[in-house]
């Protein structure tokens, strides 16, 4: 996840936990390869997910303020926004990383993030008509109100076999898309496959996820 800040914007820790990265990525590669973060810290949370160790990644950082080893609290200043490695502008990198601090085993970041005050997360499925993820498909979000007038829209996880370093689905959810921070009420998730357009209603309440499913026909 990117979030874009002014250049020196206090970056802070989401969660307790101890940190085990503090630097740069010069000597040894966290992405995809060295001097890909930048300057990071890494921080591994003291809660744990189906008995896997949990670690966030904060990169592309101007400044470092957190020492290797440190016990870390939420909200602390951990270092300040900037746009070092493969940054174009100033802005955060967020990563989740489950059961391995690696980055083939990221998930999606907003299911771990608290929503805004009165909104809600969508975690969503696409599914072929045998029941699998349909890789790199459009689906648009629309105001149930205004169900012809796109309102957001994203993109499908790709497959292993495009990209073997893709974000992975959470083990709870079975996810293949998702939309954080989208503010309570009720929306039509729309997906055109095979010349076909596919529509679901969903109900979005604050401070909960919710799942839908869209399942293509035969």
Do not use: C
């Amino acid at each position: 996840m990117d979030i874009e800040n002014p250049l020196g914007t206090p970056v802070l820790a989401v969660a307790s936990g101890t940190v085990i990265v503090a630097g740069t990525d010069q000597a040894r590669v966290y992405g995809l390869r060295t001097d890909f973060y930048g300057q990071l810290v890494v921080v591994q949370l003291d809660r744990e997910f189906h008995g896997q160790p949990v670690f966030v990644l904060y990169g592309h950082l101007l400044r470092v303020m957190a020492r290797l080893g440190q016990r870390v609290t939420i909200g602390e200043v951990l270092g300040e926004v900037g746009m070092t490695g493969i940054a174009i502008g100033p802005h955060l990198h967020f990563e989740v990383r489950v059961g391995a601090n690696a980055y083939t085993n990221t998930r999606n970041p907003d299911l771990w993030l608290k929503p805004l005050p009165g909104h809600g997360t969508i975690a969503g499925q696409l599914l072929d008509a045998g029941g699998n993820p349909i890789p790199e498909a459009l689906v648009t979000f629309h105001r149930a109100e205004e169900p012809d007038r796109r309102w957001r829209e994203t993109w499908t996880y790709a497959s292993d076999e495009v990209d073997p370093d893709r974000v992975n689905p959470d083990e709870e959810w079975g996810e293949n898309f998702v939309m954080g921070d989208v503010p309570a009420g009720s929306y039509v998730l729309k997906a055109r496959i095979g010349g076909r357009l596919h529509t679901q209603d969903v109900k979005v309440r604050a401070g909960k996820t919710s799942l839908v499913t869209l399942e293509t026909k035969k």
